[in-house]
């Protein structure tokens, strides 16, 4: 998976261990060509923060061919 292979894995065990049902979701993202950055409680964990969060804040790059292959992917995902 793209994201466990990322550098911040070595560094930071809490990262790590975060929900695989999130990391198969912004693998899925990554997967989809959809280019985007993780902000909020997420974005903090894996800085060595140790926070709870419940969910996940991306930030899509806002282009054309980007908002299509979110899109895309969403409707992929079966999501309305």
Do not use: Q, Y
């Not at 709870?52 to 061919?65: F, K, L, N, Q």
């Amino acid at each position: 998976a793209l994201l466990k292979e990322a550098r911040i894995f070595n560094r930071c065990p809490e990262a790590a261990e975060m929900d695989t049902g999130l990391i198969a979701m912004l693998d899925r993202l990554s997967e989809g060509g959809v280019r985007f950055v993780v902000i909020g409680g997420v974005a903090v964990v894996t800085h060595g923060v140790l926070r709870t969060t419940a969910d996940v804040d991306i930030v899509p790059e806002p282009t054309i061919d980007n908002w299509l292959a979110l899109g895309n992917l969403l409707i992929d995902l079966g999501s309305d």
